[in-house]
């Protein structure tokens, strides 16, 4: 199926493995396998999709980390790899990925800190990488999302104070970091955020 340009097989009782053979379906823009039963880790050969706007999937049992190979994917507007079992680190490949709109990485069991290079996603309007093992602090360059609406980093093991630089993202209406290990004053520069709606603090 050379040119097939959309694949969605979600919502299936779909078990084993992601077939590495789907890497060679080049003309794909759309692979969306999320709500099976998927377990195994994403392979590599994915890495051929570099016409992806989307990939899609979340809600499966997916194992091993993030492939570096996803920096090759810089046609995303969408990656959702949340509701899994994805562990290691999230890597600095990922800032590759200049057109994403929505990132989720949420529900997985990532650790180390959040990256610097996510302040080259500068067309985000969602950021989720909530519900993992984060630890760290808060990168400075998380203001740099000017377009982010929506940032969840809740539920993991943030530590330090809430960056100022939060001052620069203007048209954020939700902004949850609570259940985490922040700690020092509330900038007073949330006071600036006029369009943000959400604002979760609490268990810090």
């Known amino acids: ?8 097989l979600s919502v299936n ?17 759309i692979l969306d396998l999320h709500e099976n039963n998927i377990t195994g880790s994403i392979p590599h050969q994915l890495e ?3 016409l992806l ?5 979340y809600s499966n049992n997916l194992t091993g980390s993030i492939p570096v190979s996803i920096g090759n994917f810089r046609n995303l507007f ?27 990485l949420d529900e997985n069991i990532l650790t180390g800190s959040i990256p610097a290079c996510i302040g080259n996603l500068g067309n985000l309007t969602l950021l989720a990488l909530c519900e993992n093992k984060l630890s760290g602090s808060i990168c400075n360059e998380i203001g740099m ?11 993991n093991n943030l530590s330090g104070s809430i960056p100022t630089s939060i001052v620069n993202l203007g048209n954020l ?4 970091l609570n259940d985490n290990k922040l700690s ?3 900038p007073q520069e949330i006071g600036k955020l006029g369009s943000l709606l959400k604002l979760l603090l609490f268990s810090n």
Do not use: C, M, V
Request: hydrophobic content about 40%; overall charge negative.
């Open 1 to 8: 199926l050379s040119e097939l340009i959309y694949l969605n």
């Open 13 to 29: 009782h779909l078990s084993g493995g992601i077939p590495s053979e789907l890497g060679q379906l080049t003309s794909l823009r």
């Open 48 to 50: 051929k999709l570099n």
């Open 53 to 57: 706007n989307e990939l899609s999937l």
């Open 78 to 104: 969408i990656l959702d790899l949340s509701w899994n079992k994805l562990s290691g680190s999230i890597p600095e490949e990922l800032g590759k990925l200049t057109s994403l709109r929505s990132l989720w």
């Open 145 to 155: 999302l000017s377009s982010l609406a929506f940032l969840y980093l809740h539920k």
């Open 173 to 176: 209406s939700d902004l949850f």
């Open 184 to 186: 020092g004053p509330i």
